[in-house]
C-alpha cells in the first residue's frame, strides 16, 4: 500500500500480529441488563484475544447485551498483518 509519498492517511507500518479494528458505536454501546456498556475496556479485551476476529468480536457483544437484542447497527471490520 506504499504510493511514492509514503503510507496512505491514517495507515503505518506495522508488525506482524498487529490489528486494526473499524467498528461503530453500537458495539460500544450495547448494554446489558443492569445498563451499562459493552464499552472500549471490552472492546479492547475481545481484540486482543488470540484469532480475534469481527465475528469474535460480535459473539462477545450479543451475550453481553441481552442475549444477542442490539439496539443499533453494530458492524466491524477486523484487518490484520
Same mark, same amino acid.
Given at each position: 500500500?506504499?504510493? @511514492?509519498?509514503?503510507?496512505p492517511? *491514517?495507515?503505518?507500518?506495522?508488525? &506482524?500480529?498487529?490489528?486494526?479494528?473499524?467498528?461503530?458505536? !453500537?458495539?460500544? @454501546?450495547?448494554?446489558?441488563?443492569k *445498563?451499562?456498556?459493552?464499552?472500549? &475496556?471490552?472492546l479492547?479485551?475481545?481484540?486482543?484475544?488470540? !484469532?480475534?476476529?469481527?465475528?469474535?468480536?460480535l459473539?462477545d457483544?450479543?451475550?453481553?447485551?441481552?442475549?444477542?437484542?442490539?439496539?443499533?447497527?453494530a458492524?466491524?471490520?477486523?484487518l490484520?498483518?
Amino acid at each position: 500500500m506504499r504510493t @511514492e509519498k509514503g503510507l496512505p492517511l *491514517g495507515l503505518m507500518d506495522s508488525e &506482524s500480529g498487529d490489528r486494526v479494528l473499524i467498528y461503530t458505536d !453500537g458495539i460500544l @454501546e450495547a448494554t446489558n441488563s443492569k *445498563g451499562e456498556e459493552f464499552g472500549i &475496556s471490552r472492546l479492547k479485551d475481545a481484540l486482543q484475544k488470540p !484469532g480475534a476476529s469481527a465475528q469474535s468480536i460480535l459473539a462477545d457483544v450479543q451475550p453481553f447485551a441481552h442475549g444477542g437484542t442490539l439496539a443499533d447497527d453494530a458492524p466491524a471490520i477486523v484487518l490484520r498483518h
